[in-house]
Nanobody, 120 residues
Framework: VQLQASGGGLVQAAGSLRLSCAVS????????MGWFRQAPGKEREFVAA?????GTTYYEDSVKGRFTISRDNMVYLQMNSLKPEDTAVYYC?????????????????WGQGTEVTVSS
């Protein structure tokens, strides 16, 4: 499975961005697709995830109500009401399974990051 994230950029606080993750390779079976982020000097943290059938989503508390994860042939992260603390490199990731976990150790496949900068 190969993942490629895109859509990052510079945005003012309260603005919006939509990140995309292209998925290719052997994607048969059930996969969980997730987004993580890593701010400078901090550990990579879970943001959101969705099951491959789209039936279940899960969000980190600080993004609930502001971010929405969705998928069709790609995986998206719609980010609204952005805050400076959302500034980070965002990564899409996946693993084969049907139950969402926030533990990055379970995610086997990672895309390159896309940088999001939110100015105050």
């Amino acid at each position: 499975v190969q993942l490629q994230a895109s859509g990052g950029g510079l945005v003012q606080a309260a603005g919006s961005l939509r990140l995309s993750c292209a998925v290719s390779g052997r994607t048969f079976g059930s996969y969980v697709m997730g987004w993580f982020r890593q701010a400078p000097g901090k550990e990579r943290e879970f943001v959101a995830a969705i099951t491959w059938n789209g039936g279940t989503t899960y969000y980190e508390d600080s993004v609930k109500g502001r971010f929405t994860i969705s998928r069709d042939n790609m995986v998206y992260l719609q980010m609204n009401s952005l805050k400076p603390e959302d500034t980070a490199v965002y990564y899409c990731a996946s693993y084969r399974g049907a139950v969402i976990t926030t533990n990055r150790a379970y995610y086997d496949y990672w895309g390159q990051g896309t940088e999001v900068t939110v100015s105050s």
